[in-house]
């Protein structure tokens, strides 16, 4: 299996598994706590533990990553690219601690970036035809799923925080009511 799609699975599982101990702690499950765990999950794995990942890659293995995009290696650009995986990385990981606005952007930083990537690589592959596995392959892949799906996680959390606050709202006036 090639090495993009680890992230991916290894971030499912982990979601699941936690999912599965929380049952068997008998927590409570509701619908927001399972999205509230994938996205966690999502935001903490794929994206930090994945872009640090990225980041030794672009700064360690730059040559050995540079030819697996098809470029050229020794460019000061895969240094910059490094150091903002490095950054994109330590958000994803701050999400463990920081919740609220903090995984919007995030999310935002993360999915402009990786949706950007794509952009270059297949711009890449139309001008240049490089096909090169790094370039076209299952990292290309994972750039444009990896946002799309943390979007979507993000927005279903976010209306889901808001239906829980209305509803709090609507119990606590009924129970004023009562009185």
């Given at each position: 299996?090639?090495?993009?799609?680890?992230?991916?699975?290894?971030?499912?599982?982990?979601?699941?598994?936690?999912?599965?101990?929380?049952?068997?702690?008998?927590?409570?499950?509701?619908?927001?706590?399972?999205?509230?765990?994938?996205?966690?999950?999502?935001?903490?794995?794929?994206?930090?533990?994945?872009?640090?990942?990225?980041?030794?890659?672009?700064?360690?293995?730059?040559?050995?990553?540079?030819?697996?995009?098809?470029?050229a290696s020794g460019n000061p650009f895969q240094q910059e690219v490094a150091f903002a995986n490095l950054a994109i990385g330590v958000l994803g990981v701050l999400c463990y601690w920081f919740r609220g606005?903090?995984?919007?952007?995030?999310?935002?930083?993360?999915?402009?970036?990786?949706?950007?990537?794509?952009?270059?690589?297949?711009?890449?592959?139309?001008?240049?035809?490089?096909?090169?596995?790094?370039?076209?392959?299952?990292?290309?892949?994972?750039?444009?799923?990896?946002?799309?799906?943390?979007?979507?996680?993000?927005?279903?959390?976010?209306?889901?925080?808001?239906?829980?606050?209305?509803?709090?709202?609507?119990?606590?006036?009924?129970?004023?009511?009562?009185?």
């Amino acid at each position: 299996m090639d090495f993009a799609y680890v992230f991916f699975f290894l971030t499912i599982f982990v979601a699941i598994l936690y999912i599965f101990i929380s049952k068997f702690k008998n927590k409570p499950l509701g619908k927001k706590r399972i999205v509230e765990i994938f996205l966690l999950t999502f935001l903490v794995l794929s994206v930090g533990i994945g872009s640090i990942w990225a980041f030794i890659g672009h700064y360690f293995l730059s040559a050995q990553v540079a030819a697996s995009i098809g470029w050229a290696s020794g460019n000061p650009f895969q240094q910059e690219v490094a150091f903002a995986n490095l950054a994109i990385g330590v958000l994803g990981v701050l999400c463990y601690w920081f919740r609220g606005n903090f995984w919007t952007a995030t999310v935002i930083s993360s999915s402009i970036f990786l949706l950007g990537d794509s952009y270059v690589h297949i711009m890449n592959m139309f001008q240049f035809a490089n096909y090169a596995p790094g370039n076209a392959g299952s990292v290309l892949y994972m750039d444009i799923i990896g946002p799309i799906i943390i979007i979507i996680l993000l927005i279903v959390y976010r209306a889901m925080e808001k239906e829980a606050i209305k509803n709090s709202i609507k119990s606590l006036e009924n129970s004023l009511k009562k009185e």
